[in-house]
């Protein structure tokens, strides 16, 4: 046969790298989804992220302070330069005329005032007087200067004078939309902290140190600020009343101050904790006479040179004084910040709402302050706060700095109104 027989033809081997890698699809197929997946998740991540931090510059809180005292118009005043704050409610259960009207002298310390000037309080347009480095005014007048201030800023805001909290408006605040911050600041008596949910649970700090305290008013002089006055190393000769206090060589003298306006004047006598003969009759022993005498020639030997003296009748009939020697106390409340999820709200307590103590000095407005300090930092930290984290992050910062306000007070605090030559 001249013709070739296919048929019988031995086929050629077929190079595999000829061939088509079926094997190759699945694995390109799998690579593409996989880079597919990995944009659309850096897509969402960079989505959220962004949203979030929108969410963050946005977030705003809803401020409700109970209580127009210098506590609260300074914490209100703190609310109202925050830019996290979007609207402000003031609770005070008195009237503007009988609010302004409060006429007892208070002092600004050297600590207080250049936080009160970083937000805004201008003391050169406050009545009152300068004595060293601290500012002594009325109440009533530093009260009306805030509101006055306040009233001036844009932050939407409702003031509610005359207006007591009550259980009702605890509702009110529930059905305000968002996240919302109660600083109850309605004093020692109040009741506020309680309505809002916070433990009435207290401990008591000594501070080491005996006091007496009296108060003189003199209802025929104007109502004028005036600085204190401090002598330190005094003792007391009680011979007169059957004690031997002459052995007292060595040992630790009282501190007195005399402070408060021209019209209601005040004394402090304190000594740091000692068992010394005379610390020890004026503890124990109950005469009245004994501890009045002793004030009437403290105030006469070292008031100012424009005051008149205290004659014997005047101190018998309108000197109140304490009648011994008591120990000075701090009371701390334990519980001062708490957020509550259903309402999305958080409370604290301020002031002697959170801290208070059995002793006059004259700057007892100070410690409410110190704690005050810390609210533009924990303001920037509640509307942000959306995880469980963050908010007990918050409410922790927010309860040491109480805590820390406390325990200065019980080292340094009487040193500092009391101790020093100031």
Request: with cysteine; charged share 25%.
């Amino acid at each position: 046969m001249n013709g070739s027989d296919d048929s019988g033809a031995v086929p050629r081997a077929s190079n595999m790298c000829d061939s088509p890698d079926y094997g190759a699809l699945p694995s390109s197929t799998a690579m593409q989804q996989l880079l597919l997946t990995v944009v659309m998740v850096t897509g969402f991540v960079c989505t959220k992220t962004l949203f979030d931090n929108i969410r963050r510059r946005q977030a705003r809180v809803t401020v409700v302070v109970i209580g127009a005292g210098p506590i609260g118009l300074t914490a209100v005043l703190v609310a109202a330069r925050s830019r996290r704050v979007g609207k402000i409610i003031l609770f005070e259960e008195m009237f503007r005329k009988v609010l302004l009207n409060r006429q007892h002298q208070i002092a600004f310390d050297h600590k207080s005032i250049p936080f009160l000037k970083k937000i805004g309080v201008d003391f050169d347009n406050i009545e009152g007087c300068w004595e060293g480095d601290c500012f002594y005014t009325r109440v009533g007048i530093f009260q009306e200067y805030l509101l006055d201030v306040i009233q001036r800023i844009r932050t939407p805001k409702e003031i509610r004078l005359g207006t007591k909290f009550t259980r009702e408006h605890t509702k009110e605040i529930e059905y305000i939309p968002g996240r919302k911050l109660v600083i109850v600041c309605d004093g020692a008596n109040g009741q506020a902290v309680r309505t809002m949910g916070l433990s009435d649970e207290f401990v008591q700090h000594t501070c080491k140190a005996y006091a007496a305290v009296a108060a003189v008013d003199r209802p025929e002089q104007h109502n004028v600020p005036m600085p204190e006055r401090r002598v330190h190393n005094l003792h007391f000769d009680l011979t007169a009343y059957g004690t031997d206090t002459s052995e007292c060589d060595g040992l630790t003298g009282f501190s007195l101050k005399i402070f408060g306006s021209s019209k209601s004047r005040y004394m402090t006598l304190i000594v740091p904790k000692c068992e010394s003969p005379l610390v020890k009759t004026l503890r124990v022993v109950l005469d009245r006479s004994m501890m009045r005498n002793i004030f009437m020639k403290c105030f006469n030997t070292y008031k100012s040179t424009s005051e008149h003296s205290l004659s014997d009748s005047f101190a018998l009939k309108l000197m109140k004084f304490s009648p011994r020697l008591f120990e000075i106390k701090l009371s701390q409340r334990l519980e001062t910040v708490a957020y509550f999820e259903d309402s999305d709200t958080f409370v604290v307590a301020e002031g002697d709402a959170a801290r208070c103590y059995n002793f006059h000095t004259g700057l007892d407005v100070n410690i409410g302050i110190k704690g005050i300090m810390t609210l533009p930092n924990f303001l920037s930290m509640v509307p942000t706060a959306m995880t469980e984290h963050s908010i007990m992050k918050a409410m922790m910062y927010k309860s040491r700095q109480a805590d820390q306000v406390c325990k200065d007070f019980v080292k340094n605090g009487l040193r500092d109104y009391m101790f020093s030559k100031h």
